[in-house]
C-alpha cells in the first residue's frame, strides 16, 4: 500500500505543475498592455520635451515710450502708433529745405495705407528758422503744403533741454543713427516696433530712392 500511495502522490503532483506554469503565463500576458502603455507614455513624453520653446516676443523699441503733444496741444501716446513705420522730422518754416513738406506729403500719401505715418515736429532750434507758434505752424504748412499727416508741438530737439524722444532718437540708437541733429528736415525712420532703423541727413529729399526702398523693406504690409 505504501508503494500504491506513494505513486498517486507523484501523479497528483504531475497534474498540479502545468497549472502553476498556466497561472504565471496568464499574469505575464495581463501585466504586457501595461508595458505597451507605460512605453507610449514615456515616448509621447520625450516627443513632448523635444519640442522647442516657442521664440520669446521681441521687446519693443523705445521711441513706442514717450507721450508727445499735438500741435493743439493735446496729449498723445506714440504707442498707438505701434505697428506702424513712421518718419520722424523735425521741421521749420523759413529754412531752404521748407519745401520738403511737399515731400514729405507726397511720401506719406503713397505709402499711408500701407501702415505709414509722418511725424513733424517743428523746432526754432537752427537759425530762428521757426519763430511762429502752434496756430501759425499749423495754418502756414495746411495753406501752403496741404500737409496731412499729424503734426506736433514745437519742441527743442538739440542741447540739454532737448525733447524727451529726441533724447532716445539721437542718443539710444545705433552708431550711424545717432548724435545730434544739425539742421531742419533731419529724418528717421522708425520700424513697426519702435525702433530707428535709418537717419536721413536735411538735404536728403523724403522721395528719395534709398529713402523710399528703406521704408518699402519694413511696411507692415504689402
Keep these: 500500500m505504501n508503494r500504491a500511495l506513494a505513486l498517486l502522490v507523484l501523479l497528483s503532483a504531475c497534474d498540479s505543475a502545468p497549472q502553476a506554469s498556466e497561472k504565471k503565463s496568464g499574469a505575464a500576458k ?31 523699441g523705445p521711441v513706442l515710450d514717450h507721450t508727445v503733444k499735438t500741435i493743439k496741444g493735446e496729449d498723445k501716446s506714440l504707442a498707438d502708433f505701434r505697428g506702424k513705420a513712421l518718419l520722424v522730422v523735425n521741421t521749420a518754416s523759413q529754412c531752404g529745405y521748407t519745401p520738403q513738406y511737399e515731400g514729405l506729403q507726397e511720401l506719406y500719401a503713397k505709402y499711408k495705407a500701407r501702415g505709414f505715418e509722418v511725424l513733424a515736429f517743428p523746432s526754432n532750434d537752427f537759425g530762428g528758422q521757426e519763430p511762429g507758434d502752434e496756430d501759425e505752424i499749423a495754418g502756414f504748412v495746411d495753406d501752403k503744403y496741404g500737409v496731412q499727416f499729424p503734426m506736433f508741438a514745437k519742441v527743442p530737439v538739440k542741447g540739454e533741454g532737448k525733447a524727451p524722444l529726441f533724447t532716445t532718437i539721437t542718443e539710444q540708437t545705433p552708431e550711424g543713427i545717432k548724435g545730434e541733429i544739425k539742421w531742419n528736415f533731419t529724418k528717421f525712420l522708425v520700424d513697426p516696433s519702435g525702433r530707428v532703423v535709418a537717419r536721413y541727413e536735411s538735404n536728403v529729399d523724403p522721395m528719395d530712392t534709398d529713402l523710399t526702398a528703406q521704408l518699402e523693406s519694413i511696411l507692415p504690409s504689402a
Excluded at 508595458?35 to 519693443?60: F, I, N, R, S, V
Design 30 to 60: 495581463a501585466e504586457t498592455p501595461k508595458a505597451g502603455g507605460e512605453a507610449k507614455l514615456a515616448q509621447a513624453d520625450g516627443e513632448a520635451k523635444a519640442k522647442p520653446a516657442a521664440a520669446a516676443p521681441k521687446a519693443e
